[in-house]
């Protein structure tokens, strides 16, 4: 089993909302077996945020899609609210790395295609789309086509849709990697502000360091492939977090620091 060492200790005994149990996944094909995850123990507690770095292909991704049931387990089990996920899960939020909009619908119908999937209550979800459009400052875009909005514009869309069945689970794969500095900073902010006012429990992966101390309450730390966690820490930060005044705090720097040490410092972890 794998060692974990948390530098400091965690006493939350609030309920496990995920609980992540020695999952192995492994990957067989005519001309492989790749081994992305082993004997992987996580628990997330509901309110938590949770995000997850490490080198590339270390089974950052297949961590979350473990979780999501998009590639169950092959070993050990994951369970969501207490039961097994052994299938692709409806009641969680996902946002890929690409926001995967339809080039052919509109925001609006972008957004409420989630509502036809599930056969949702029209007018609630038409009520629930409105107000998450305002949420994230899309008012205004509902008619427009993917094409006509910048890469955060189309994120923020993305992020609409995955929240319109108000998920308490939101899972996020590098959502912001393909953005600008700024555009990214500036969702940092409201995925921030999202996650304490909708009081959701988010795991999120990242190659930023700066991104994951910000956002997270506690950083994963996973080691190269076969996908293990090598550490873990705790950011003692306040749940509200402005964001300059955190890139200046003792303890972002502490975390970010140790983060970094652990990684080797690579460029590719800014
Ligand atoms: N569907 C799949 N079929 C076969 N192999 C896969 C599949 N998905 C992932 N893998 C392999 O599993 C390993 C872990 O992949 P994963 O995408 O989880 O890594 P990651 O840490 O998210 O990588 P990155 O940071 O580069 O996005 C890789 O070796 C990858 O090639």
Known sequence: MTAVTTDQTNTSVAEAIVDIDRVSVTFESKKRTVQALKDVDLQIHRGEFIAIVGPSGCGKSTLLRAISG???????????RGDAVVSPRQDVGFIFQRPALMPWRDVR?????????????????????????????????????????????QQRAALCRALLHEPDVLLMDEPFGALDALTREKMNVEI??????????????????????????????????????????????????????????????????RVRELLGSGKSHE
């Open 109 to 153: 119908r972008n957004i409420m295609l989630q509502a036809e999937m599930r056969q949702m209550d029209k007018a609630q979800a038409e009520a629930r789309c409105r107000e998450l459009l305002q949420f994230t400052g899309l008012e205004g875009f509902e008619k427009s086509l993917p094409h006509e909005l910048s890469g955060g514009m």
């Open 192 to 257: 921030q502000r999202l996650w304490r006012e909708r009081n959701m429990t988010v795991a999120l992966v990242t190659h930023s360091v700066a991104e994951a101390v910000y956002l997270a309450t506690r950083v994963i730390v996973m080691g190269p492939r076969p996908g293990r966690i090598i550490e873990e820490f705790d950011v003692n930060l306040p749940r509200e977090r402005d964001y300059e005044a955190t890139m200046e705090d003792p303890e972002f720097h502490r975390v970010a620091g």
């Open 70 to 80: 998009i590639s169950p387990a092959t070993q050990g089990q994951v369970r969501l």
